[in-house]
């Protein structure tokens, strides 16, 4: 790959040309670049940043995003899946609609499952009420 690296301007230039089409392009300076600023920015603010897959799951760079990142959110079975099996820790996972199929690999690939509604949470209680942390009263 041929990179033009302007440092005046602290740009860098891509000759898009030299790469087939449709694809993917991540420059990995620049991404390391960002993430240092976000972690620094969470650090002296005391938050931790979760990474929304519905804005980026090019999972071949999750590697990366681990040295900065710790968690990740999911808004279906699939991005809790990747989340646990490709980024490396359990998801913040919330869903509009669950299903009785679905919710055993919701919680198995899931830290913190938020639900839609008091009744949705009633629904699949019986299922988290050996691990479950809050209590359903607060739902009532």
């Known amino acids: 790959m041929n990179l033009n690296h302007n440092h005046l301007t602290d740009i860098i230039m891509i000759d898009f040309t030299q790469f087939p089409s449709p694809c993917y392009i991540m420059e990995e300076e620049l991404l390391r670049r960002n993430l240092s600023l976000i972690k620094s920015v969470a650090d002296r603010a005391g938050v931790e940043i979760i990474l929304a897959f519905k804005s980026f799951a090019m999972w071949r760079s999750f590697p990366i995003f681990r040295e900065y990142v710790?968690?990740?959110?999911?808004?279906?079975?699939?991005?809790?899946?990747?989340?646990?099996?490709?980024?490396?820790?359990?998801?913040?996972?919330?869903?509009?609609?669950y299903t009785e199929e679905d919710f055993p690999d919701i919680m198995r690939c899931s830290s913190h499952i938020t639900f839609n509604s008091p009744g949705q949470f009633r629904r699949f209680y019986p299922m988290i009420?050996?691990?479950?942390?809050?209590?359903?009263?607060?739902f009532a």
Not at 70 to 97: I, M, N, Q, R
Request: glycine share 2%; aromatic share 10%.
């Open 70 to 97: 710790d968690h990740s959110t999911a808004s279906s079975v699939y991005e809790a899946s990747l989340a646990f099996e490709e980024f490396g820790s359990k998801a913040h996972t919330y869903s509009p609609a």
């Open 129 to 138: 009420e050996p691990m479950a942390t809050v209590s359903p009263a607060a």
